[in-house]
């Protein structure tokens, strides 16, 4: 018996139509391959047919593509991959991912940073809730750029007084004591994500201007000791690499009026000991205590390639995870 074809029809109107079907439509193709429904863009009208079930699981994610495109947001073909990987995640199939107050305008550079994935805009909003967030992942979810961002948007818009960036400088495979230069130069290279992270936010110039005011301080973490944080927002990115000493360290900083958030990767340990990391013990000793979150982002919310989630996902599997 042939299953009866459904059509459904959304309007499309107000939403840029290169962007809603991509490339040689390929946002529309691969739209069709997550489903296994026909997808067919006409005038103002997206349609939507084939049987009951691949319509229904096709048309949250076709008005989530079709809100993008109203944004005037980058809409590609892996984005429309981690919105059918999300839609079962939501429940209810729309997702927080275009939600307004998972959004972030940063002034002066009319750049709009906004969640891909439910699970990111879950950590944007455990962001603005709570003063000390820490965000766990897997490489590429986007856990310490939303988080640089959610800092220069505090700093525009004068709810801090500065950025405070730290990393751990942990060797893993070369030793300090063999890259060239003076000690700066030796520590950049642990440094340069975030010194990226930012230049995507801000122009060069403004940037290397907070640099020289020290409204933005890029430091390892061990330059943290012995001074107190106020009124600002501070990163700890890599924390998976600060040792429990180091982490208590990093937290007993904050002043008043600041913000932290720790972010990390429990798979990219480079200590000698994993019980040395100040991440796992964290996780043990803080969930519970009012004002701080946790958050775990998973390989659905890998905003790379999208072979990096593949990739994510075999490690795991070889490694038992």
Known sequence: MTEETTIQRL???????????????????????????????????????????????????????????????????????????????DGNGTGTATDNDTRIVLPGVRKIIQAKTAGQAEYMKLMAENDIVVGVGPAGTGKTYLAVAAAVEALARKRVRRIVLA?????????????????????????????????????????????????????????????????????????????????????????????AVITGDKTQIDLPKREDSGLVQIERILPGIDGIGFYYLTDADVVRHRLVREIIKAYAEDSGA
């Open 167 to 259: 990393r751990p400088a942990v060797e893993a495979g070369e030793s300090l004591g063999f890259l060239p230069g003076d000690m700066q130069a030796k520590v950049d290279p642990y440094l340069r994500p975030l010194y990226d992270a930012l230049e995507d936010m801000m122009p060069q110039e403004r940037v290397q201007k907070a640099l020289e005011t020290r409204t933005i301080e890029i430091a390892p973490l061990a330059y943290m000791r012995g001074r107190t944080l106020a009124d600002a927002f501070v990163i700890l990115d890599e924390a998976q690499n600060a040792t429990n000493a180091q982490m208590k360290m990093f937290l007993t900083r904050l002043g008043v009026n600041s913000k």
């Open 11 to 89: 309007s499309t109107e107000g939403a840029d139509m290169l962007t809603l079907a991509g490339v040689n439509d390929e946002n529309l193709i691969e739209l069709a391959k997550q489903t296994g429904a026909k997808v067919a863009l006409r005038g103002d009208t997206l349609a939507v047919s084939g049987g009951a079930e691949a319509v229904a699981r096709a048309l949250p994610i076709a008005q989530r593509m079709i809100d993008t495109a109203k944004q005037q947001m980058p809409l590609t073909a892996d984005d429309v991959l981690r919105m059918s990987i999300e839609a079962p995640r």
